[in-house]
Structure formats: structure tokens, C-alpha cells
């Protein structure tokens, strides 16, 4: 939405030694809003137990030239072994991979122009899942811009079932600083 002018501008002297000065007039170009992100992290494989919760972290960063909200959606791919059941988004400001509460997202709200957003898809593997069996799951986002808004993009993630142990283990370091 912001105009940018240019009017372009000669110094000259002519044929009879006299300085002259000529300008064009004023281009005005009003720069239009354009729509762009990434998502990542695509492709992530884990592995869980029958009927337990899984955990998939992306990032989404606002690659355009304006604010943004992106539109967030999950959904069970077709052709696998099995769905993962309680299928939702949530936000995870601090980036540990852990939804941040039990409110479920369907959007970013607005993000500027090369902010990120953190957010985590979670999953339930059913309790009647063998091992060896798999399932996928597609996020996909898209820009919602009313200038030109971005196409969607989509990240496949997998699980596949194991009778072995799974241990999760999410990490924090806090640093303080003593007084004397």
C-alpha cells in the first residue's frame, strides 16, 4: 500500500550556451502487498506405542512483504495402515515441541513480515495398532492476504507403530545470574 514517486530530471546546456532543466512528470507505483511463506518441518518420522499421543513440531515464517495470517489445517493421509485419532494443532510460543494448552488453532493470526510462528501437531496412535503398522499426516498452511494471498503449502509427517519402548525426552536450560 505504500506509493513510491520518481520523476526523473535533466541538466543541460543548449546550443546558445543557456543552462536548461527539464523534468518528467511524477510516476507514482503503489507496491501491492505479496503473499509468501515457508513451513517447516517436513517429513518427520517418529516412532510410538500403541495408544499413545505423538508430537510433530513445524515452524511457519512469514516470507512476504506485509502482515499475514496463515490458515492451518491437519488431516489423515489416505493408503496408510491406520489414522491417528484426537488429530489437532496447537501453539507453542517456547519451541519445545509441546503444545503450549488444550486450545486447538486453525490459524497463525497475524504475523509480520519475517516473523515466525511455532505450532505442534499432536495425534493419537490407537490402541488396536500393530507393530509395524503406519500412519501419515498432512499439515498444510496457506496465506490469507487479500492482496495475493500465498498458495498452500503441505508437510507429511509419519509414525510408525513399535512394541519397544519410547522414551521422549524435552530438554530446557534456564540461566540465571547469582548476586553478591
Known amino acids: ?12 546546456t543548449d546550443s546558445s550556451n543557456t ?6 512528470n511524477v510516476a507514482i507505483t503503489i507496491v501491492q502487498q505479496v503473499s509468501s511463506f515457508t513451513i517447516t518441518t517436513d517429513g518427520q518420522s517418529k516412532q510410538a506405542t500403541a495408544g499413545a499421543q505423538v508430537f510433530f513440531p513445524h515452524t511457519i ?3 512476504g ?11 489423515n493421509a489416505t493408503g496408510d495402515n491406520f489414522d491417528l485419532t484426537s488429530l489437532a494443532l496447537y ?33 493419537t496412535v490407537p490402541g488396536s495398532a500393530t507393530a509395524a503398522q503406519s500412519a501419515n499426516i498432512v499439515i498444510t498452511a496457506a496465506g490469507t492476504a487479500t492482496a495475493s494471498p500465498a498458495a498452500a503449502s503441505a508437510n507429511t509427517d509419519s509414525v510408525t ?10 530438554h530446557s536450560l534456564k540461566i540465571g545470574r547469582a548476586h553478591v
Not at 520518481?6 to 543541460?12: F, L
Not at 507403530?161 to 524435552?170: D, R
Open 65 to 75: 512483504n506485509g502482515t499475514d495470517t496463515f490458515t492451518l489445517s491437519v488431516t
Open 61 to 63: 515464517s512469514n516470507t
Open 19 to 24: 543552462p536548461r532543466t527539464a523534468t518528467s
Open 91 to 123: 501453539a507453542d510460543a517456547n519451541g519445545d515441541g509441546l503444545p503450549d494448552n488444550n486450545t486447538a488453532i486453525t490459524s497463525t493470526g497475524p504475523l509480520a513480515a519475517g516473523a515466525t510462528f511455532k505450532f505442534v501437531a499432536v495425534g
Open 1 to 12: 500500500g505504500t506509493s513510491i514517486g520518481n520523476q526523473a530530471s535533466a541538466t543541460y
Open 161 to 170: 507403530v513399535t512394541a519397544n519402548g519410547v522414551v521422549t525426552v524435552t
